[in-house]
């Protein structure tokens, strides 16, 4: 395996890219539309709603913050989401417009237009319909990246019901908890899926996760892989038998525009994730126009490609409801980008013709490690935008990204956005911003931001750093956390008071005034840009019979960002049997939450760094984890705790 690495001259100069003016001409993000935001906000997304939206009925009034912090959007507005994201592309005209261009991982394909879509969906919602589901239920959704997704979550949107979207990469009993929060009545799942070339099951963690005491009624079962799969008669409903046999007729009911979406679980700086809940009209706005501006997408010409899966947000906001709300085509990839090869990703590039590409830091640095000439070997020359998502992209490979990747010319926008926030926040707009590597620069139209110091003084000294605040309400902010609203107040709009959003990123302004996100301020890490909590992960590790204490901290990772690294104290008895126990407690915590909260290293120490108050010193963690020298230990209880950590690390990770 060959690895050319990025020319010298990628690290070395600070260098700006100011815009195409070919680009610039053709851009849907303007500097008309700049000023017409500062001019007047609520006017502004008004115009945003009524434009890219089809309202059953108007609203009559944008924005109602009398109950501060739960906003209301569009009130009095009716809609129906699916109905925006299909139907009314059908009813255009644009019925053989293709929506979904699916690419198995093992090269299977399937071509959905947005009338294909159409019939989909009306068959999936009467077949929901028939097993019990009205407006108001919540279904939970536990599916690989296959077109049924998208299908499942439109159909529950054209009926009312909330669903609950679980990435399929969590465990059962991560799936069994999200499901009790949100009392799902049904699931939908597949028998498997596939992933790196194997049939991976996934039926069996939900008939764990639905065993004993449940809300669940009905598990809706895709058939993907034909693996065998345990039957549990009444419960248990295949979807080729309700689906395929439903009427592709159905009559979608407007909902009020607060009428809730979807509820995401995402982690906090707690044990227990946190539900954030999303409604209709003004989430639909800010994606749809995001989409619109900020991937610069014209759905005539544009093959649209996310690479996220839709368990994140970002397939909720940038693979569903956005680019479908525009009428966009778009490629939907199943797999891993190794498999067959490492030049998987650029083959679809290339046989799609993709235009506009949206992914994460973490697979750009792993595509640079397996080396310039993988990516050479096809043709990405119809590539003319890239996205980035999830976590600060270090310039180093924002510069590999315009490259190798963007051909030495496709603008790169690096957007800063949150689960919470629903949709794109922070972020250049491609034909208007001069690009600065490695910053998501600038709130784009209609967002307001600024960073406040430990005082919640606005902060505007270059190079100080301070917290991310979002000053006005924004159409897609989360409604709340799901039967939780004292949490919802208090993680949210209590730390600098209630006129300020605390996100939970560190800040800083560059001498441009470009915003340069410097990660999470809580106890929430960022792995390969997923989002993991230190206390869930401990809660996990404790819950292992042989574990008395854990602490676990992010250190920095060259690939994922950050790495999970757990320190544990194993209880008097238990044997430590290095490397064996070390597997067996991280094989716990893949079973407690999922394979992507494994932590990267564990530690068997005696001790723990804890202040006086008992408050366990992470930072010294986190020190030791990324192999610097231990900082200041003054307010440590036994001051002499780092150096019994650091002898008896060795042979422990
Ligand atoms: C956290 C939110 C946004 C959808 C995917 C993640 C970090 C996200 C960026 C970026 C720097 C970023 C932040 C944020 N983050 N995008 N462009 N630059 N940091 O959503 O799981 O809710 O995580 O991801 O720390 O708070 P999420």
Not at 392 to 414: H, M, Q, S, T
Not at 577 to 602: F, M, S, Y
Request: net charge negative; aromatic share 8%.
């Amino acid at each position: 395996m060959s690895s050319t690495t990025a020319e010298p001259a990628e690290h070395a100069e600070r260098r700006h890219f100011p815009p195409d003016p070919a680009f610039a001409e053709q851009a849907n993000g303007t500097a008309d539309l700049v000023e017409a935001a500062a001019a007047d906000h609520e006017g502004f997304w008004a115009e945003q709603a009524r434009t890219r939206l089809t309202w059953a009925k108007d609203f009559d009034q944008v924005l109602d913050w009398s109950e501060a912090p739960f906003a209301r959007w569009f009130v009095g507005g009716e809609l129906n989401v699916a109905v925006n994201c299909v139907d009314r592309h059908v009813d255009a005209g644009n019925g053989d417009r293709v929506a979904i261009h699916f690419e198995g991982e093992g090269g299977d394909t399937r071509t959905l237009t947005y009338a294909d879509l159409q019939r989909e969906v009306a068959k999936a919602a009467n077949a929901l319909a028939s097993l019990g589901v009205a407006k108001g239920d919540r279904v939970a959704i536990y599916l690989p990246m296959i077109p049924e997704a998208a299908i499942s979550m439109l159909a529950c949107a054209r009926l009312g019901a909330p669903h609950s979207v679980v990435f399929g990469g969590f465990s059962s009993d991560a799936l069994k908890a999200r499901i009790a929060d949100a009392e799902a009545k049904v699931v939908i799942t597949s028998d498997g899926q596939f992933r790196r070339g194997k049939a991976a099951p996934l039926k069996p963690a939900v008939d764990a996760a639905v065993s004993g005491e449940t809300t669940v009624e009905k598990v809706l079962v895709v058939r993907r892989t034909e693996a065998d799969v345990d039957w549990h008669e009444g419960r248990d409903v295949w979807w080729h038998d309700v689906v395929d046999s439903a009427s592709d007729q159905h009559e979608a009911q407007p909902v009020d525009s607060e009428h809730p979406l979807f509820i995401l679980y995402t982690s906090g700086t707690t044990g227990k994730p946190k539900g954030i809940l999303h409604t209709s009209g003004g989430y639909l706005t800010q994606v749809a126009y995001t989409n619109a501006v900020v991937h610069d997408l014209h759905p005539e010409t544009d093959v649209y490609w996310c690479t996220a899966d839709v368990g994140w947000v970002t397939g909720h906001s940038y693979i569903v409801y956005g680019p479908l709300a525009n009428g966009a085509t778009q490629v939907m990839y199943e797999g891993t980008p190794d498999t067959p090869h490492q030049g998987r990703w650029w083959e679809i590039v290339q046989k799609y013709g993709v235009t506009i590409l949206y992914t994460a830091p973490t697979a750009i640095r792993t595509c640079m490690k397996w080396g310039d000439d993988i990516p050479a070997r096809f043709d990405l020359s119809s590539l003319r935008v890239l996205g980035s998502v999830g976590e600060p992209i270090n310039p180093e490979a924002w510069l590999w990204y315009r490259r190798v990747i963007g051909g030495d010319k496709a603008p790169i926008v690096d957007t800063w956005w949150q689960t919470e926030t629903g949709g794109i926040m922070i972020s250049p707009l491609p034909g208007l911003t001069d690009l600065e590597p490695g910053s998501a620069q600038k709130p784009i139209p209609g967002i307001s931001a600024e960073i406040l110091d430990d005082e919640g003084q606005p902060l505007h000294d270059p190079e100080k750093v301070g917290y991310l605040v979002l000053t006005k309400p924004w159409p897609a902010m989360l409604r709340g956390i799901w039967g939780d609203p004292e949490r919802y107040k208090e993680t949210y709009w209590s730390r600098f008071g209630p006129e300020y959003y605390f996100a939970g990123d560190g800040a800083k302004y560059d001498a441009d005034g470009n915003i340069w996100l410097l990660g999470r301020v809580d106890d929430v890490m960022n792995v390969s840009g997923h989002r993991l909590s230190t206390a869930e992960i401990e809660s996990a590790l404790v819950s292992h019979p042989s574990v008395a204490e854990a602490a676990v901290v992010g250190a920095t990772d060259e690939t994922t960002g950050q790495a999970v690294c757990a320190f544990v104290i194993l209880r008097g008895g238990a044997e430590d049997r290095g490397d064996e126990t070390v597997q067996e407690l991280r094989n716990h915590v893949a079973k407690e939450i999922g394979p992507i909260a494994k932590p990267r290293q564990i530690m068997v120490v005696a001790e723990l760094p804890k202040t006086r108050s008992g408050k366990i010193m992470r930072r010294l963690l986190r020190d030791v984890a990324e192999n610097r020298e231990v900082g200041d230990v003054t307010t440590l209880a036994d001051s002499t705790v780092m150096d019994l950590i650091k002898t008896g690390m060795s042979g422990s990770s």
